[in-house]
């Protein structure tokens, strides 16, 4: 069955350190992917979204995602993180179904 | 663009009254909205799709007479959580897209129920 795993539930870093959020999904192909963040008691916002092509994906608010076919993996990266950056964020993965499985989230903390 | 409004944000009933949950595609139609139902400190989970104009496809364990979805225009879908109970308490948000592939969902901002 196809799954979006999110390895580490809770994340805490310091202001203006980097960030790199893991995301592995389990498809027989490749499937569209994904990034959301939820700021508490919010919907979902887009960050960004691979479907094709470059596997760099460059998203809002400086976050960027690299899909490695061969680790099957869809990693979140910012190289400094912001306090406003302290939010849930959600992996996705979108079948040819068009339904989108998410991970279970990593709750990410920032000190400053 | 691609804004995505739900009504109300949040509700607190009696047990066994009916809640109707409004979602709106304010800026673009919708052929295809999405109802999803996240408990504290979990992920999102699908409880129906709708297309606009036809019945609405329930997931798995998801009870379709509980749940009533209505997508009656391209820009209106509503999820009426019948009979409420307090294990209905939850947050309930849902999504909207253009195409079927190829097109990202929009999220709304979410609408808290707390069944009394």
């Known amino acids: 069955a196809q799954s979006v795993t999110q390895p580490d539930i809770h994340i805490t870093v310091s202001e203006g350190a980097s960030l790199e959020l893991r995301c592995n999904y389990s498809?027989?192909?490749?499937?569209?992917l994904f990034w959301y963040v939820q700021s508490p008691g919010q919907g979902l916002q887009l960050l960004l979204k691979?479907?094709?092509?470059?596997?760099l994906v460059q998203g809002i608010k400086g976050f960027e995602a690299e899909f490695k076919r061969s680790q099957s993996s869809f990693n979140l990266r910012k190289p400094s993180v912001h306090w406003s950056d302290a939010a849930e964020y959600f992996c996705?993965?979108?079948?040819?179904?068009?339904?989108?499985?998410f991970g279970t989230g990593t709750r990410l903390q920032v000190f400053p | 663009g691609a804004v995505v409004s739900q009504h109300p944000s949040w509700v607190i009933c009696k047990s066994g009254t009916s809640v109707k949950i409004e979602c709106r595609s304010l800026d673009f139609q919708a052929t295809t909205m999405f109802w999803y139902r996240q408990f504290p400190k979990q992920s999102l989970m699908l409880m129906a799709t709708?297309?606009?104009?036809?019945?609405?496809?329930?997931e798995q364990g998801v009870e379709k007479d509980k749940f009533l979805i209505n997508h009656a225009s391209l820009t209106l879908s509503t999820l009426t959580v019948t009979s409420a109970h307090p294990e209905d308490s939850s947050f309930y948000i849902c999504?909207?897209?253009?195409?079927?592939?190829?097109?990202?969902?929009?999220f709304g901002p979410g609408t808290r129920l707390l069944v009394l």
């Open positions: 709708s297309n606009e104009g036809s019945k609405a496809t329930y």
């Open positions: 498809y027989g192909a490749t499937p569209y």
């Open positions: 996705a993965v979108e079948r040819n179904t068009d339904k989108l499985i």
């Open positions: 691979y479907f094709s092509g470059d596997t």
């Open positions: 999504s909207a897209r253009r195409l079927r592939l190829g097109e990202t969902q929009y």
